[in-house]
């Protein structure tokens, strides 16, 4: 069954790891999805490796900064050009961080609020105005993190900026139900993207001890939430942030 036949989707952080799952996972279920990544060359490859998958499934590229409101109001408006509509803006690019409190600079705490916070924003402005105008409402999904419930030891700027998305993503959600638009946001445990899969077997076992589903999670696994609350099946759902970590909590 393909659950967003007919759908136009904008991804951001969609060339690698857990975005591109999503990507192919709304692809696979008969949506149009204009992905957008950081550089030309990784837009460029994730696109060329979609297309030698399916050369009829309907994707494009682009390579907005995410900080530049214009920037990212002319690629949506384009993506909404290229495929006639926009009914759904996944939020997912974003940067993660370890660095010590007393390493810490306000110019990184800044670059994360940055990307990981203010970026949605800029995106989410000009969606909105899109599917206000389409009149038949929208579905918003972002990225949150299982750092967001609980913190994390190191790198503050990343849980600080993961709990201000489960904000924006309960606040939008109240203020965009009464135009039918849904707002809601996955929130990944450790998932099995480039940066896990390369860590050595003796750091990540003692990870794998800690998670009561006794292993990581795939990029498809957190894909799968994104596909339900994209599609009508969570038509009554929204202001949710859904966990997909194996009920990990460090
Ligand atoms: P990744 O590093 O593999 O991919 C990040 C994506 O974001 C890429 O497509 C990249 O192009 C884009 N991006 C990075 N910096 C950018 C910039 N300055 N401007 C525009 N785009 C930029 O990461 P991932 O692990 O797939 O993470 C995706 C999302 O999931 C992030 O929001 C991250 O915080 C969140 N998350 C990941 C995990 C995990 O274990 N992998 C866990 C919890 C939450």
Known sequence: MEMLKGKVAVVTGGTRGIGFAVV????????????????????DKALSELRAENSAWKVEGDY???????????AINAAKEKFGRLDILV???????????????????????????????????????IMREQGNGGV??????????????????????????NGLTWSLARELGPSGIRVNAVAPGITKTDMVAALPEQMIQPLINA????????PDD????????????????????????GAMRT
Not at 146 to 165: D, N
């Open 24 to 43: 192919k996972k709304f692809l696979e279920n008969g949506a149009k999805v204009m992905l957008f990544g950081s550089r030309a060359e990784t837009v």
């Open 222 to 245: 957190v894909a799968n939430a994104f596909l339900f609350l994209a599609s009508d099946m969570a038509s009554y759902v929204t202001g949710e942030i859904l966990s997909v970590d």
């Open 64 to 74: 907005p900064n995410l900080n530049d409101p214009a920037a990212v109001e002319a």
């Open 140 to 165: 918003i999904i972002n990225t949150s993190s299982m750092v967001s419930i609980c913190g994390q030891p190191g790198g503050v700027a990343y849980p600080t900026s993961k709990c201000a998305v």
């Open 91 to 129: 939020n997912n690019a974003g940067i993660s961080d370890s660095t010590k409190v007393e390493n810490y600079t306000a110019e990184l705490f800044g670059k994360v609020m940055d990307l990981n916070v203010t970026a949605i924003f800029n995106a989410v402005m000009p969606a909105v105005k």
């Open 211 to 218: 998670i009561p589903l006794r292993r990581v999670g795939e």
